[in-house]
């Protein structure tokens, strides 16, 4: 019974250092994407300059960075993905597991982005007070909010709390455990009934989120029906209409953010 105790420590143990190398080759293959897709998007118009500029002839400028384009849609066929898989449970727990570890990957990776990143991919962009997403709603809510070109107050802390969900399902699926057919990498580490309530949580987050996304695609919609601006089209593209916000540096100049 020892041995066996010791080398299910020794197969899990190995499953976290594998997991840490997974978290780590995401960031790189995604920070290093921009440089291997760059010519395929040049050639297809598809934007792929780092700061937001604003192209005169075209009228638009370039908001959303390739890096910003390929993490959300990443996100969305991984959600897609997971509870797919979820549902499938038995045949396809170990994929859903290294699903995880990818989700985490890329949430690790533009919280960094959202330090160093372009200009409106970068969290100062975007992220405001409580004051000033009140007045914001406030004005929405009367049809005169200000125009963003990036997230607008209340996008932000969309992002900031889908960002954060994403990051808690990740880590609390580590070590969610329920003795039978799922059994996080990290379950070791605590107690059978903590990795019962945390494999319950795991499964209330995801409801959660499913909620904020069904929220995300609502906003989507109303933009669209509404302000005619289709901001999907936007996060494939990278660009959005000039409209009333410039970004600093009009022409052929980039932004410094």
């Not at 004005?139 to 990051?167: C, E, I, K, Q, Y």
């Not at 455990?177 to 309530?197: F, N």
């Not at 906003?219 to 996060?235: D, P, S, T, V």
Request: proline residues 3%.
């Amino acid at each position: 019974k020892a041995e066996l105790f010791w080398g299910r420590i020794g197969i899990r143990a190995s499953t976290s250092s594998h997991f840490l190398r997974i978290c780590f080759l995401i960031t790189r293959i995604i920070s290093n994407a921009y440089f291997v897709i760059r010519p395929v998007c040049a050639k297809f118009g598809l934007g792929f300059r780092l700061y937001g500029i604003l192209d005169a002839e075209m009228k638009k400028v370039y908001v959303w960075d390739l890096f910003v384009r390929l993490f959300h849609w990443s996100i969305v066929a991984l959600v897609a993905f997971q509870w797919a898989s979820a549902e499938l449970e038995d045949e396809w727990m170990d994929a859903h597991l290294i699903g995880g570890y990818v989700v985490l990957g890329l949430v690790a990776s533009r919280t960094l982005w959202g330090f160093v990143g372009s200009r409106y991919a970068r969290f100062s962009n975007f992220v405001r007070g409580v004051q000033p997403t009140l007045a914001y709603a406030q004005a929405l809510r009367d049809n005169n909010a200000p125009r963003n070109l990036g997230h607008n107050p209340l996008g932000g802390w969309m992002v900031l709390a889908l960002l954060s969900l994403l990051a808690f399902m990740g880590l609390t699926g580590l070590f969610a455990s329920d003795d039978v057919m799922t059994q996080g990498p990290l379950s070791y580490l605590v107690s059978d009934d903590i990795g019962h309530a945390i494999k319950e949580i795991h499964e209330a987050g995801f409801n959660i989120l499913l909620a904020l996304v069904g929220l995300h695609v609502a906003a989507i919609a109303a933009y669209r029906r509404f302000k005619g601006e289709n901001l999907a089209k936007a996060m494939v593209t990278g660009y959005k209409d000039e409209g009333n916000e410039l970004p600093p540096g009009k022409g052929n100049e980039e932004g410094n953010g």
